[in-house]
Every structure is written in structure tokens, then in C-alpha cells.
């Protein structure tokens, strides 16, 4: 632990270093991490009973080798009691030391009292994972999602607390660079490999729930979710302990039986040039879901090949999910679905001209679509075309208005078949163009 | 009681004593143990084009209570966020309570809850690096070039830093072999024979596939059952193509990359040049019609000269391309039959006599509003 706090003997006017020593060193009673997935920021608060004697008290707080906001170090009394007797005179910043700060706090009774100090540090962060287990006709899902809290931040926090914050907040400057003086750059020691054997040594012991007891089975910690402002808080059942320089993965939820929608897709705006494996499902109690909005993270597919077996079909980065939206996952070109594109002839006409010079002409291009399921099972298909310039859309096949510019057709297409589409674009161009 | 448990791959084989946990040793040989169960039922995958998942199963003996068991994988890649673990039995009384990632290994620790004592299966899924597949495939034709038969192999090679002393691999279609395979090793295994496939030769002249002007001697093979495949797609692949010379032994006749081949569609594969083809074009009309200021169409005489030396007629197909607005001319003529792939690209056949006896094909066309 390099965070310390102690409190200063002698209450002298002179300059620190020559005569003041430390007399307590009291440890935190409880500490809770509010951790922000937007920023590399987490509030820490803790609380510690300290000593007082009547008068005034200067209480030297420490943080050397962490990243620790100085700005944002702030002391506050718990309780009536406490507030009734302590008042904070002032805080001073040593000029010998970017990482100490000290408090002149008066004391109206002596005694134990319960402070809690409060800051900001960077170097703790989380992240979503899912992993999302589809079934052999790709129709339905388990859908297992999973937070993941890593600790860089220099600093222990024992039995803390953890409350995970979803959403974007604001920051006008970056956490990491008001810890000065480290620079952001600057690497952090690494440790020596048995020095991790002994920190995985010592997670076992210090373990969680049920540790050494030898009781029954303990469940999975629950993570209870709740929404504030524009934001969703995650907190985490019990306690947690997390080493500087680990990480800990807890399941948030895992749901089974999440339908799922399979759609090839060639839609460029949302997946890319490539004709496209789309897996659809909705965040919403339809599909068993809806009772948070889904944090941003990697979403790992596994395909059930039945008897509990797993293959892999691919992994993609989420953005958030509010509750009801729709979540699509490309996971990428199926040489087994396919469609191939052609401009099967292209004609100008309405050439106009001025002095002798072509100043205006329009062209008529067909094209046709194929369309190809070599699977064995019906695929849905949504095909999105856009146009360019004052242009004109026709088909035969039910193409719908999407946008201005674009056209889009949606059809089932039946099992190891294909199906042909024809469209005509008319571009008026140069002088003819009408817009 | 807590119970430590270390898994590892396959390199800690064989130390069975305890090893401290403060023994200053390096991490790429820190190895940890209490109990070190055997991996069972080693399925290697294939199902993703880029990466491969491994799946093994361990039997651990789990205390009532909370246990902790730790994975380690140094010296191989495996990609830790992929990591799926569960009991194989879904309705065992376990609970997978948390992960820990310990700073700077390749190791994790997880915590397990038992409602009792026991001994239970768990499988392990993980995607690892440095397993390199291969498809190749032989084709042996038959001496009149009507039908063939199609080997399809699968090679394996092992640079992911573990070994496996036993496996089962399982390949992109499905198909399943078992095998052991140290580091460093590969394995070529044949996964599939179809016999008498039938085959069609087409002599294809096509200056975007060989800019000279030669004609080229492609196999076409329709992935389907009506020609004695269709049973997977195939997986792109190096095909070495052999020809049974009549004499009882067999020659190397050429070689090509197969493309990926869905169920029903085709795999073309040029086996050289058909040097006793000879094609020569000539520009026999150009000119310049309909002039409307700076715009104007031409009227263009492609003349393709067909010779063939062989001692057999043979059926030539010419892929030809014109750009822009242009249609053919009525009196194009010398072909058996034409398909206009798509607005650039046509496709002639003609059918070509025997011993050098020349034919023409006259392709008259009309590009239309040029500038």
C-alpha cells in the first residue's frame, strides 16, 4: 500500500521536515470504488476512525507512486458526532512534495472519530465482455455478459466496494495528468515474476466469499444494476479485492434462450462493402433482455456443436446499448450466402448541346442482382443500393424508399436456391440534372 | 478449506511433486501445482477461417466450499479473453464465481464454488495462435479427360509452443480426425476421396487472364452431386493435378489455387496453355460515325483467327471486352453461340476443326456516344 496517512505529532511552526513525526497510522475501516468506463477515472471514497486530540490536529495524507488527482483529495467528518466536533481549518500543499498534502483540522472534543477522504485516481478501469453461445439453427442464443475490473493504479484497494459506471461524463482535463508529477508515459515498474506467484498466492487467500469456511455452495456474485441521471450504476455484491497490476472477471448476468434473427446483409452505410452475416437480436423483454442498457465491450460468438461442444464464429466490438435498441453483429462475408452484382448494360440518351459542345446527357443502366443460398436452410436477405445525382429508380422487385438516395429491398430466400433482381437507374447528368 | 488447483498445457506433463510458490524461478517455466489433472477429449477447431479453437476437458477434484484453480499457458499464445469454462455436465453443482489476471503471466486463477466434495468434468475452450492449416488437393484425371478423381487433404502445422499428445481435429466442413502432434510438427491428412467426378476441359482465350493472347486449358468442376461432389464446400486450396497416361502410371500435369467452392457453384482450374491453339486478332474496321460536336460513335471489326493443330475439333471460348455504351452489330458471325455476361464482357464459343484448319470470328460492334 503506498497510500498513507498519518497524523503529525507536534504541532510546531516550523518547516515540516525538521521536526514533525508521525504518531498513528490508522488503516481504512471500508472503501468503496465508483470506477468510470468513459474515462480513466474512478472515485475513491474511504473512511478511517482517527484519533483526536482536543485543538488543532494536522493530518499529513500521502500518495506517492500512484495516480492519485491532488485537486480532488478532499476530508469530510462522518456522522453528527463528528461533524459536531471537527472542522477542517485548512489544507496545505508542501513545496517539497507533489504527493502529500496537509490538513490542519480543529477539534472540539477529543476522541475516535470517523473521517472520509475522497479523490480521484486513474489507472482503474472496467470493461464489458460477452460471449454469446448460438445454437445450430442460429435462432436463439445464451447470452453471458461479464465485467472485468483491472487495477493500475499503484494502489491496494482492500475489500473495497465496486460500483461500475455506464455512461459518457464530461472531464475538462484528464486524471491521469493532474497525478503529477508522473507523466502519463512514464512505464510503471514491472514486478518481479515470483513476486506475482505470491500476489496470486495471496488473492486465494484473501479470496471472497466463503473463503475458509468450508460452507455450502456459494453462488456467483450478484451485480445489481440502477439507473442515475444519464448514467447506470453497476454495483457489485459484497466486496472485492483487487491487487495493483490485476484484473478480476465477475459475470453480470447470463440469459438463455435469446432469439436471434439471422440477415445477410449488404447495407454499406452500417457494415461495409462486403455482403455480410448479420446476427440480430433486441435489448428488450421480448428477448429476455431489457433490464439495463449494455455497456460497450466484445461480444465473442461460440456456435453450440452440440453435447455442450463450442466453435468459434467470431468476435466484434459492441457500442452501447440502450434498453429496447436493436443490437446487429456482423460477423462477417459467408462464402455459403452470397451475391454477386451486375451492370448489364448501360445507355445515354437526351444529348444535349450548346455551341457545338455536349452540355447536358442522361444515362439508363440495368442491372441485376444474384443471389445465392448454397445453405441448407432459408436465409433472410436485405439488400440496400445507393444512387448518386438527380437519378430515377425502377424495378420489378419490391424496392422500398430508404433514404433520398437510397433503395432497399428485403426477401426469404429459400434453402440452396437463388433469386435474380433487376433494377433500371436513369442519371440525368450535366445540363439535364433537375437538382 | 481452500484448494489450489494449477491446469496447464501440455509442457508441465510429468512433475507431479509440489513446486513452492515462491521459488524464484522465471515465469516462462513457473509451474504450479497441487494437482495436475491429465487433459481429455483434446478437440482442436477449424470452424473460423482465421483462428482456431482448442477444447479440452479436465476432471478436478473440487472441496466443498470455494476453490481456487489456476491456468497457466506460458510459452503458447492463447488469446485469455476467449477463454470459456464450464462444467461439462450444464447441471453440476458448480458455480464459476470470478477470474483473476495476475500482472505480467500468462495465468489465471478461477474461483470455484461446490456445493460438495466431488470430482467434476470441465471444459475449457480457448482460441490459440500459431496453428497454421492447409488445404491441398490432388486430382487424378482420367486419360480421355472426362472424369476424375479428387483427394482433398488437410495439413496441420503446430507452432503454438504446446503439444498434443492426442487430439481430435476437426475441420471446417465438419470432418473429424484424431491425431498427436508435438510443437514444431505437421500433418497432412487425407479427409476426403470422391471418385469418377466428371470434368469439363475448356479452352479459354481471355487477355485479362493471359495478356499474350494464348489460350488457356482450365478444368471446370460444378461442386454438386450430379458430378460426384457437392457434399462440402471446398475450402480454397492448392489442386495438384495428375493425368493417367494409359500405361499405368500417371504425370504431373499442372497445378492451380482452387478458390473457395460453395455447394454448387464452380471450381475453375487453369492447367496450363494449350499450346496447339493459336489465336490471332486483327482491328479489321475502326471508324468514326455520327459526329454531333464533341460526340461521336464508332463502328469497330474485331477478326479472330482460330487454328487448332490437334488432331480433334475443339470448342474455344473467348471472353471479350468492350467498355461504355456499345451493342453487337447482326452480322457478327463464326460463332456456335455468344452470352453477354454483363455490360463489358462477352462470351463467344466457337468451335474450332481440326489439323490447322483456320475459322474466323467476325465481332462487330458499335460504341455509341463517346466523348
Given at each position: 500500500m503506498r497510500l498513507t496517512l498519518a497524523i503529525l505529532a507536534l504541532l510546531v511552526?516550523?518547516?515540516?521536515?525538521a521536526k514533525e513525526e508521525l504518531v498513528t497510522l490508522p488503516g481504512r475501516d471500508s472503501v468503496q470504488l465508483t470506477i468510470y468506463n468513459s474515462e480513466d477515472l474512478t472515485l475513491v471514497r474511504e473512511r478511517r476512525t482517527l484519533s483526536f486530540k482536543q485543538g488543532s490536529n494536522r493530518l499529513q495524507f500521502s500518495w506517492a507512486n500512484t495516480l492519485i488527482d491532488p485537486t480532488s483529495v478532499e476530508l469530510q467528518p462522518v456522522g453528527d458526532t463528528a461533524k459536531a466536533a471537527i472542522e477542517i481549518a485548512d489544507t496545505s500543499y508542501p513545496a517539497?512534495?507533489?504527493?502529500m498534502l496537509i490538513w490542519t483540522v480543529s477539534c472540539k472534543t477529543a476522541g475516535a472519530h470517523v473521517v472520509e477522504i475522497s479523490y480521484f485516481t486513474s489507472g482503474i478501469s472496467w470493461q464489458a465482455e460477452y460471449t454469446g453461445v448460438v445454437n445450430a439453427n442460429e435462432d436463439s442464443m445464451t447470452l453471458t455478459a461479464y465485467v472485468t475490473v483491472t487495477n493500475r493504479s499503484g494502489e491496494e484497494y482492500e475489500n473495497a466496494q465496486v460500483r461500475l459506471v455506464v455512461g459518457t461524463i464530461n472531464l475538462v482535463e484528464k486524471i491521469v495528468n493532474l497525478?503529477?508529477?508522473?507523466?502519463?508515459?512514464q512505464p510503471r515498474p514491472s514486478r518481479e515474476d515470483q513476486r506475482g506467484a505470491r500476489d496470486m498466492d495471496r488473492m486465494a487467500e484473501k479470496g471472497g466469499p466463503g473463503m475458509g469456511g468450508g460452507g455450502g455452495m456459494v453462488k456467483p456474485k450478484e451485480i445489481i444494476k440502477g439507473g442515475l441521471s444519464e448514467y447506470y450504476i453497476y454495483t457489485v455484491e459484497g466486496q472485492e479485492t483487487i491487487p495493483d497490476q490485476w484484473s478480476k472477471r465477475l459475470r453480470s448476468f447470463e440469459v438463455a434462450g435469446v432469439p436471434l434473427k439471422t440477415v445477410y446483409r449488404l447495407e454499406p452505410a452500417k457494415f461495409g462493402p462486403a455482403f455480410t452475416k448479420v446476427l440480430e437480436f433486441k435489448n428488450d423483454e421480448e428477448h429476455k433482455l431489457g433490464k439495463e442498457p449494455l455497456p460497450d465491450g466484445l461480444i465473442r460468438l461460440y456456435k453450440d456443436q452440440g453435447m455442450g461442444r463450442l466453435g468459434y464464429m467470431g468476435a466484434l466490438a459492441s457500442k452501447y446499448i440502450p434498453k429496447k435498441d436493436e443490437v446487429k453483429i456482423n460477423v462477417g462475408p459467408d462464402a455459403e450466402c452470397t451475391l454477386a452484382i451486375k451492370r448489364l448494360s448501360i445507355k445515354k440518351k437526351d444529348l444535349g448541346f450548346r455551341n457545338n459542345w455536349l452540355i447536358g446527357w442522361t444515362t439508363v443502366e440495368q442491372f441485376e442482382l444474384e443471389v445465392k443460398n448454397f445453405r441448407g436452410r432459408a436465409v433472410e436477405v436485405e439488400i440496400h443500393r445507393t444512387m448518386a445525382g438527380d437519378f430515377d429508380f425502377e424495378s420489378p422487385d419490391k424496392f422500398e424508399l430508404h433514404d433520398a438516395a437510397t433503395r432497399k429491398v428485403a426477401f426469404r430466400l429459400d434453402a440452396n436456391s437463388a433469386r435474380k433482381l433487376s433494377y433500371t437507374v436513369t442519371t440525368r447528368l450535366g445540363e439535364n440534372a433537375r437538382k | 478449506m481452500n484448494k489450489r488447483l494449477m491446469l496447464s498445457l501440455a509442457f508441465a506433463a510429468g512433475i507431479g511433486s509440489m513446486i513452492g510458490?515462491?521459488?524464484?524461478?522465471p515465469a516462462q517455466a513457473r509451474i504450479k501445482l497441487a494437482t495436475l489433472p491429465d487433459r481429455e477429449a483434446v478437440v482442436v477447431r477449424f470452424d473460423n477461417p482465421n483462428v482456431v479453437m482448442v477444447e479440452e476437458e479436465r476432471t478436478i477434484s473440487l472441496q466443498k466450499g470455494v476453490n481456487n484453480v489456476d491456468f497457466s499457458w506460458a510459452g503458447t499464445q492463447i488469446d485469455k479473453g476467449s477463454i470459456v469454462f464450464r462444467p461439462a455436465d450444464a447441471a453440476a453443482k458448480v458455480e464459476i464465481l470470478s477470474t483473476s489476471y495476475p500482472p505480467g503471466e500468462a495465468a489465471l486463477t478461477w474461483q470455484i464454488s461446490a456445493a460438495e466434495a466431488m470430482s467434476v468434468k470441465f471444459r475449457l475452450s480457448y482460441l490459440m495462435a500459431n496453428i497454421q492449416r492447409e488445404t491441398d488437393y490432388r486430382m487424378l484425371v482420367s486419360k480421355d479427360e472426362q472424369t476424375c478423381s479428387f483427394k482433398h487433404y488437410f495439413k496441420i502445422r503446430n507452432w503454438s509452443g504446446g503439444r498434443f499428445a492426442t487430439a481430435d481435429f476437426v475441420t471446417r466442413d465438419g470432418k473429424k480426425f484424431e491425431k498427436g502432434l508435438e510443437n514444431g510438427e505437421a500433418k497432412r491428412v487425407l479427409v476426403n476421396t470422391w471418385d469418377k467426378v466428371k470434368l469439363t476441359k475448356e479452352y479459354v482465350y481471355d487477355i485479362t487472364r493471359n495478356g499474350e493472347g494464348k489460350v488457356m486449358t482450365d478444368y471446370v468442376l460444378k461442386n454438386?452431386?450430379?458430378?460426384?461432389?457437392?457434399?462440402i464446400p471446398l475450402e480454397y486450396g492448392k489442386v495438384r493435378i495428375y493425368q493417367d497416361d494409359g500405361n499405368g502410371t500417371t504425370a504431373f500435369t499442372g497445378e492451380d489455387w482452387g478458390r473457395f467452392t460453395p455447394i454448387g457453384d464452380d471450381m475453375r482450374l487453369n492447367i496450363g496453355i494449350a499450346q496447339d491453339i493459336k489465336i490471332e486478332m486483327k482491328k479489321m474496321v475502326n471508324d468514326v460515325q455520327n459526329r454531333r460536336g464533341n460526340v461521336y460513335d464508332t463502328d469497330e471489326v474485331d477478326e479472330y483467327e482460330i487454328k487448332n493443330f490437334k488432331d480433334t475439333d475443339a470448342v474455344v471460348t473467348l471472353v471479350l471486352r468492350v467498355d461504355g455504351e456499345w451493342e453487337m452489330k447482326a452480322d457478327t458471325s463464326g460463332h456456335e453461340s455468344f452470352e453477354r455476361i454483363d455490360n463489358e464482357t462477352i462470351k463467344f464459343k466457337v468451335k474450332a476443326p481440326a489439323k490447322g484448319t483456320p475459322v474466323k470470328l467476325k465481332f462487330h460492334y458499335q460504341k455509341k456516344n463517346v466523348w
Open positions: 511552526a516550523v518547516p515540516l521536515a517539497e512534495s507533489h504527493e497525478a503529477t508529477p508522473r507523466p502519463q508515459s | 510458490f515462491f521459488n524464484p524461478v454438386a452431386k450430379e458430378i460426384g461432389l457437392g457434399a
